[in-house]
């Protein structure tokens, strides 16, 4: 059990470009999380997965984010054409069922859009 | 849709003793989880407590212990005998599906 691993720690970009965060989590876990968190703040929901079904993506996010889990192992987040406002922490967690609730998270991946 | 308010931003105590840390949340579900999360500077997140909204009985783990008032959908967290290391920014969160997190408290701990 290595922990959940998060890929890249910190991505530079200009605006407009695409980037992709990849998530690994606990090997067991079912359950994956994706969260956006801006300095001082606590972190907002994106989307989680279970298995491989994502169950729901937060209203809040446009259509230049998505995600995937393909064979309910690692996850990835892309975002789009990104915007200065996209420049955060993007944190993935992991957790075995809803029944414990402990969320494992990974150190984030940091966004800085110039 | 279900939210979780912290109204404290931030907190000071004193070395040694007693904080207790706010959260209120809104839901219509009778079945969901509570928890308190901890974020020490530059570290990643840790589950504190948790507490099950079925069970009556308020969790304890060591040092911190909850305050579960279902009706009032109110949740504090109580930290005894405080020390240096419990400075971080803590999270209310709340859990009948997905897990929302409150914008959160940042603790300081006076020496």
């Known amino acids: 059990d290595t922990g959940v691993s998060q890929d890249p720690r910190h991505k530079i970009t200009k605006r407009g470009q695409n980037v992709t965060f990849r998530c690994d989590p606990i090997s067991e876990h079912n359950r994956l999380y994706w969260y956006r968190q801006t300095l001082g703040q606590g972190p907002e929901f994106l989307t989680y997965?279970?298995?491989?079904?994502?169950?729901?993506k937060s209203r809040l996010l446009s259509d230049r984010f998505s995600a995937e889990r393909p064979k309910g192992s690692f996850s990835t987040l892309e975002i789009q054409r990104t915007e200065q406002g996209d420049s955060a922490m993007y944190l993935c967690?992991?957790?075995?069922?809803?029944?414990?609730?402990?969320?494992?998270f990974g150190e984030g991946s940091r966004l800085t859009v110039l | 849709a279900q939210t979780v308010t912290q109204s404290q931003p931030e907190m000071s105590v004193q070395e040694a003793e007693t904080v207790t840390l706010s959260c209120t949340y809104d839901?219509?579900?009778?079945?969901?989880?509570l928890f308190w999360y901890k974020q020490p500077p530059s570290r990643q997140m840790i589950l504190v407590i948790r507490q099950e909204a079925y069970k009556q009985q308020n969790a304890t783990e060591n040092r911190f212990s909850v305050n579960f008032q279902k009706a009032a959908k109110s949740f504090s967290l109580k930290i005894s005998d405080s020390q240096l290391g419990d400075a971080a920014m803590y999270f209310c969160a709340y859990s009948a599906d997905k897990i929302i997190f409150g914008k959160g408290t940042r603790l300081h701990i006076l020496p």
């Open positions: 997965f279970q298995n491989e079904a994502q169950l729901e």
């Open positions: 967690a992991s957790t075995v069922s809803m029944d414990t609730g402990e969320l494992f």
């Open positions: 839901t219509s579900e009778s079945d969901y989880y």
